[in-house]
């Protein structure tokens, strides 16, 4: 079965499409990016602008358009956090639908801990025992923790790399003062879930990071894959540690060029290290595994998994009631 996957987040529409069979893995078979950059297009209330919505549209019927043409036997559209939390996301919903016809699901934070658990579990396998996830997106930061393929427990922020670039440091490059301020809040929130969510959960035995940002700041601060293995090098919290700094000096246009950086993540890339570094030191951790499956590949799985109930309509149903 070819099966088409449309994420629609906070920075990017991604187009995924893999060969999908139950009891094997999914392979790729196609994928494509549209920038988006949602953060950018948000009114003082919290609506996404006209402009904001003419690109997720546009965006999102351009990816449609490429699935049908590849002849995908099934098509799921999911929105994350930039559409969810947005006063007007219903309407941009009727008009994706309208302009498309395919409705996005929409995802809410929990469920994208969930999902993304589940391909983290698949990728690592049950001998990692106890994991701990951090997973950043555009709008938002998950965090989730268990022992088998869905958390025990899990909690979404409004901390994503391009939120918390607008929202504390705009200036291109970020000033120390700004970028002190961003540390503070991200210690507090991440703190304030610590205490109140995991503090009895056990020691993790893995500690994982999923995301396109996370995956940018392993190749940037412990260089390139593997050669032998082919797995991503593990990120040391000293190393990271060490690269701030230098991530805080250069404007984004610079660090777009750096290894493993692409231009959409340039701009969000210093957000992405002060959060993830703040995450690190806050739960205790001093390493940690990347994964290169994520969100994407856990509604693959999902759906995989839910080919014997798949209901009337012949639609999944990929949120937890």
């Not at 016809?101 to 001998?127: C, H, K, N, Y």
């Not at 940690?288 to 693959?300: K, M």
Request: with cysteine.
């Amino acid at each position: 079965m070819r099966l088409g996957v449309i994420d629609v987040g906070s920075n990017t529409v991604h187009l995924l499409v893999v060969d999908a069979h139950p009891g094997a893995s999914p392979v790729p078979y196609h994928s494509q990016r549209s920038l988006l950059r949602l953060m950018r297009y948000l009114d003082e209330a919290g609506c996404i602008t006209a402009e904001g919505v003419t690109k997720i549209v546009t965006a999102i019927d351009e990816a449609v358009k490429a699935a049908r043409e590849i002849g995908v036997d099934d098509l799921i559209v999911t929105a994350t956090s930039a559409i969810r939390e947005a006063p007007n996301g219903p309407e941009v919903l009727r008009l994706v639908a309208a302009q498309t016809g395919e409705m996005p699901q929409v995802l809410s934070g929990e469920d994208e801990a969930r999902i993304t658990m589940l391909a983290v579990r698949r990728w690592f396998g049950w001998s990692a025992g106890e994991i701990l996830l951090f997973d950043i997106g555009g709008g938002s930061f998950e965090i989730a923790q268990g022992a088998d393929e869905y958390p025990d427990v899990q909690a979404s922020l409004p901390l994503g790399a391009g939120r918390a670039t607008v929202q504390f440091i705009p200036e291109d490059p970020p000033g120390h003062p700004a970028v002190s301020a961003l540390r503070r809040h991200a210690r507090a929130e991440f703190t304030r879930v610590r205490d109140d969510l995991f503090v009895d959960r056990p020691q993790p035995q893995m500690v994982v990071g999923t995301s396109k940002t996370i995956r940018s700041l392993g190749r940037l601060v412990s260089g390139s894959d593997n050669p032998v293995t082919g797995r991503k090098r593990p990120l040391y919290y000293h190393d990271l540690k060490e690269w701030e700094p230098f991530l805080r000096e250069m404007p984004s246009s610079v660090r777009e060029y750096l290894p493993g950086v692409t231009p959409e993540r340039g701009y969000q890339l210093m957000a992405g290290a002060v959060l993830l570094r703040t995450a690190m030191k806050v739960f205790g951790v001093s390493k940690l595994h990347i994964s290169p499956w994520a969100l994407r590949e856990g509604i693959v799985l999902r759906y995989i998994d839910s080919l014997d109930s798949i209901d009337d309509t012949g639609e999944i149903n990929l949120t937890f009631e």
